[in-house]
C-alpha cells in the first residue's frame, strides 16, 4: 500500500509520543513492503541548552528526503502554540490530495478539520485522536473548543483509532462510535549503553527519572517539590533527572529552572541511545501525567525493567495493571512518601520491575501494533 501519515512534526523522532510513533511505525510497514510518506514540519532542528532543550518550527523551503526507507515531505507551519498544528496539517492534506496514496493516518484529534477534504477524494482515512485533548490544563476555551470539534469531525469522517480502552470507551459514550484499540509498543533494542550517565555526572541504579514534555498537565513542577521534600541536599536522595523540554509553558519552566541544582538535572530532551541508556539504568521512574492515552515513555520505562511510580489516573491504570506502583499527583507528600518506601526496599523494586517488563513484553510490542495497523488499512472503506 501506498500510505501516509500526517499531524506529527515528522520524522526522525525529535519531539514527544507521536513522533515515535510515527518512526516506529513508518520503518516497519516500510520493512513490509509498504511505501510510506511521513509529513514534516520544515526548519525543524533541536537546540539544547545546558538546562532545557528546545525546538523550533519554522518555515521553509519544502522538501523531499528519506530517511530509513521512509519518504519525508517537509512542509511550513506558523510557528505559534494555536496555529503550528493546523497550519502544518492543511498543508499536508492539501499536499496529500494529489499524491493518490491509498491510506491517510491523521494524527491529533485537532487535524480532525483535513478529514472531509480527504474523505472528498474517497480517500481512506484513520485518525489517531491520543487522549481527550480537550481537559489538558494548557488549553484556554478557544484551544478546548478547537478540539470539541476535533473530536466530533474524527467521530463523522473516520476510522477512529484509540490508544487506551479508556480513550475508546469515551467515544463510544460521546459519539455512539466502535473506535479500533491500538496502544503503542515499547521495544528496546540490544546496543551498547552511550556515554550520557558520564556526561550527566550520575551513576547507573543511582538518580530517579522522569520523562514529559513541559506541560501543567505533566506536573514537573509537582514532581520537583516532592523530591525537595526527600532533603536531596543531604545525599540521602539519588539525583532527579527531569528529562524534556517546554516550548509554550514558559512561566512553568522559568519556575523549574529556579530549582536546578547538582541534585535536581535538566538535560534537555535527548533521543535514542541517550534516552535509552537512562531508562534502562534508573532507580525509579515517574509518571505523573493527568490525561492522555499510552503514554510511551511509560511504557518504554516498563519495557526497560524499570520500576515505575506513576499517578492514578485511568489511563495509567489501564496500562500498568499491577505492574505499576501509583500514587495521587495533588496529594501532598504522597509522591515523596512512596519514593522513600521504595527507595528503601530493594525486594520490592525487584518485584515490581519483573511484573513491569512481563506486562509491556506481553502487551506493548511494535510489531503488535503494525500489525493492527497493517489490518486495519486493509479493511478501512474508501
Known amino acids: 500500500m501506498k500510505i501516509a501519515i500526517l499531524g506529527t512534526r515528522g520524522v526522525p523522532p525529535a519531539y514527544g509520543g507521536f513522533e515515535t510513533f510515527a518512526g516506529e511505525l513508518s520503518t516497519r510497514l516500510v520493512q513490509r513492503g509498504h511505501e510510506v510518506w511521513v509529513y514534516c514540519r520544515s526548519g525543524v532542528r533541536r537546540r539544547q541548552s545546558p538546562l532545557f532543550g528546545d525546538s523550533r518550527a519554522a518555515t521553509g523551503v519544502a522538501a523531499l528526503q528519506t530517511w530509513r526507507g521512509v519518504h519525508r515531505i517537509e512542509l511550513p507551519a506558523i510557528n505559534h502554540k494555536y496555529f503550528e498544528t493546523v497550519s502544518h496539517a492543511l498543508l499536508s492534506a492539501l499536499d496529500a490530495l494529489r499524491r493518490d496514496f491509498d491510506v491517510v493516518l491523521v494524527c491529533n484529534a485537532a487535524n480532525a478539520f483535513v478529514l472531509p477534504l480527504l474523505r472528498a477524494k474517497r480517500t481512506r482515512v484513520a485518525i489517531n485522536v491520543d487522549g481527550i ?22 467521530a463523522s469522517f473516520a476510522t477512529v483509532v484509540a490508544d487506551a480502552e479508556v480513550i475508546a470507551s469515551y467515544y463510544r459514550e460521546q459519539y455512539q462510535i466502535e473506535p479500533v484499540t491500538i496502544p503503542y509498543g515499547a521495544d528496546f533494542p540490544e546496543e551498547e549503553d552511550s556515554d550520557v550517565l558520564q556526561r550527566l555526572g550520575i551513576e547507573a541504579g543511582n538518580y530517579i527519572l522522569y520523562v514529559s514534555r513541559f506541560e501543567p498537565e505533566n506536573n514537573p513542577l509537582e514532581v520537583v517539590r516532592e523530591y525537595e521534600r526527600l532533603d536531596p541536599l543531604s545525599g540521602k536522595a539519588p539525583p532527579l533527572v527531569m528529562l524534556g523540554h517546554g516550548l509554550y509553558a514558559h512561566d512553568l519552566v522559568d519556575e523549574l529552572k529556579r530549582h536546578a541544582s547538582n541534585r535536581i ?33 511509560m511504557i518504554e520505562a516498563m519495557a526497560s525493567g524499570g520500576c515505575v511510580l506513576a499517578n492514578d489516573a485511568p489511563e ?5 495493571g499491577d505492574a505499576v506502583g501509583y500514587f495521587s499527583v495533588h496529594e501532598e507528600g504522597e509522591l515523596a512518601g512512596m519514593i522513600s518506601e ?3 526496599n530493594p525486594l520490592q523494586r525487584d518485584d515490581l520491575r519483573a511484573r513491569a517488563q512481563r506486562r509491556a513484553s506481553r502487551l506493548y510490542s511494535w510489531e503488535r501494533v503494525t500489525d493492527a495497523y497493517e489490518r486495519l488499512f486493509e479493511r478501512l472503506d474508501a
Open 133 to 154: 485533548e480537550r481537559k489538558r490544563r494548557k488549553w484556554n476555551v478557544f484551544g478546548r473548543i478547537v478540539y470539541a470539534i476535533g473530536e466530533a469531525f474524527s
Open 265 to 297: 538535572l535538566f538535560p534537555g530532551a535527548l533521543y535514542g541511545p541517550d534516552y535509552r541508556t537512562l531508562q534502562r539504568h534508573a532507580l525509579l521512574y515517574i509518571q505523573a501525567t493527568e490525561v492522555g492515552g499510552t503514554h510511551p515513555a
Open 316 to 320: 495509567n491504570r489501564e496500562v500498568g
Open 342 to 344: 521504595y527507595l528503601r
